[in-house]
């Protein structure tokens, strides 16, 4: 084998953990909530194997090998922008982008400044206001409002490095839903499923010197390119389409979150 045939992808090689389950696509009421939220059937989460130590400087390197895996290609699931139908990437990848999600959060109480702005009631209801636009959404209530309109008094109860954690991200997402989203009425289902969603992709560990519980995992917002253009998440961008991949370098796992915009599953 000449010198350079495994240099370029860096070494890794992955295996498809088709046994590990998430609770999240498997307990009754949060599948019931993502089907009143218009993302059932069509979020999807999955679970890879590696052979080497993960670096995060070579994030990029990481992402390309897997992308190019004879055991990802057959099994990564993507949605087809055609038929609907669950797809796997049947194009060569030539190009990744893999950005960089902070993942430091360990509490709920982040989401304090809800309650404490008038954006959601002490009994848990959120508060509504005239409806207005912010294409594509709908925005009826104080909650999206403080998630998508940058100019409102309330945006910046969350400053922008929060909006950038995974848990942050995670939450906007569920509460902004796919393409017929029945919103809530309280806030509750939102963060016990963000909560759920998390813990189920994200490891932690205590650590020995402080006794203190961290997390370990690196967290990756990611998008591929053949040579048409985007091929992955989709070939249409939309902010409620993504796949994050969620590495534990421990482990040596990645957990792939994905999500296609449309129309859920019904009954």
Request: proline share 5%; net charge negative; aromatic share 14%.
């Amino acid at each position: 084998m000449a010198a350079g045939e495994l240099g370029p992808l860096g070494g890794y090689y992955f295996r498809f953990l088709p046994q590990k389950t998430f609770k999240f696509l498997s307990t009754p009421e949060t599948t019931s909530r993502l089907r009143q939220w218009s993302m059932l059937g069509r979020i999807k989460a999955q679970a890879f194997g590696f052979d080497q130590t993960f670096q995060v400087y070579r994030k990029d390197d990481f992402v390309m090998a897997f992308f190019k895996d004879p055991n990802v290609i057959p099994n990564l699931k993507l949605l087809s922008d055609s038929s609907g139908q669950w797809i796997t990437l049947g194009t060569e990848v030539k190009k990744i982008e893999a950005i960089n999600v902070p993942c430091t959060q360990l509490s709920m109480s982040f989401f304090n400044p809800l309650y404490d702005e008038d954006i959601v009631r002490e009994n848990g209801h959120i508060v509504k206001c005239l409806d207005s636009f912010c294409d594509p959404f709908l925005i009826s209530d104080e909650l999206r409002k403080v998630l998508l309109v940058e100019d409102s008094e309330k945006y910046e109860v969350f400053s922008q490095p929060d909006r950038e954690e995974f848990l942050f991200c995670l939450f906007k997402h569920l509460c902004l839903g796919g393409a017929l989203c029945q919103y809530e009425d309280v806030l509750n289902p939102y963060l016990e499923t963000t909560k759920l969603i998390y813990k189920d992709l994200v490891s932690v560990r205590k650590n020995p010197q402080t006794k203190k519980i961290q997390i370990t995992s690196s967290v990756f917002k990611v998008t591929a390119y053949d040579s048409v253009g985007m091929c992955y998440p989709s070939t249409k961008s939309h902010e409620q389409t993504f796949s994050y991949f969620i590495v534990d370098p421990i482990m040596r796992h990645v957990h792939v979150l994905y999500h296609c915009y449309g129309v859920g599953e019904m009954s």
